[in-house]
Nanobody, 125 residues
Framework: QVQLVESGGGLVQAGGSLRLSCTAS????????MGWFRQAPGKEREFVAA????????YYADSVKGRFTISRDNAKNTVSLQMNSLKPEDAAVYYC??????????????????WGQGTQVTVSS
C-alpha cells in the first residue's frame, strides 16, 4: 500500500520561510512524478509545484515561481518544498501527490494516483 506522509507545516509570519517534506512508502518511484497542491478555505484545490522523478524537471504555478523550490531525494523517496517569502495568500492545507506513471499533465490533480493527508500552512500578516 502506497502512503504519502507530509511534514513541515506550521505558522509563520509573512516574509518567512517553511520547508515541507513528503515521504512515499510502499512504492519506489523510478518514473512518474510528485507534486504539491494546496487548498485554502472556500477555494478550489490548486497546483503549486511538481517534479519528475527521473529527470528532475520542475514545474511551478505562476503565483509561487521564484519563491518556492521543489526538490527530490530519490534514495529517500522524498520530495521537499522550500517556501520563501511567504504571503498571507499562501496559507492553505498543502497536499503531496504522486503518480507512478505520468511525467506530463502534472498541473492536474486528477493525474495523480496517490495523495497525502495534508499539512496546514498558516501565514500571519
Amino acid at each position: 500500500q502506497v502512503q504519502l506522509v507530509e511534514s513541515g507545516g506550521g505558522l509563520v509570519q509573512a516574509g518567512g520561510s517553511l520547508r515541507l517534506s513528503c515521504t512515499a512508502s510502499g512504492l519506489t518511484f523510478s518514473r512518474g512524478a510528485m507534486g504539491w497542491f494546496r487548498q485554502a478555505p472556500g477555494k478550489e484545490r490548486e497546483f503549486v509545484a511538481a517534479i519528475t522523478w527521473s529527470m528532475g524537471l520542475t514545474y511551478y504555478a505562476d503565483s509561487v515561481k521564484g519563491r518556492f523550490t521543489i526538490s527530490r531525494d530519490n534514495a529517500k523517496n522524498t520530495v521537499s518544498l522550500q517556501m520563501n517569502s511567504l504571503k498571507p495568500e499562501d496559507a492553505a492545507v498543502y497536499y503531496c501527490a504522486a503518480t507512478a506513471t505520468r511525467s506530463f499533465g502534472l498541473r492536474v490533480g486528477s493525474n495523480y494516483e496517490y495523495w497525502g493527508q495534508g499539512t496546514q500552512v498558516t501565514v500571519s500578516s
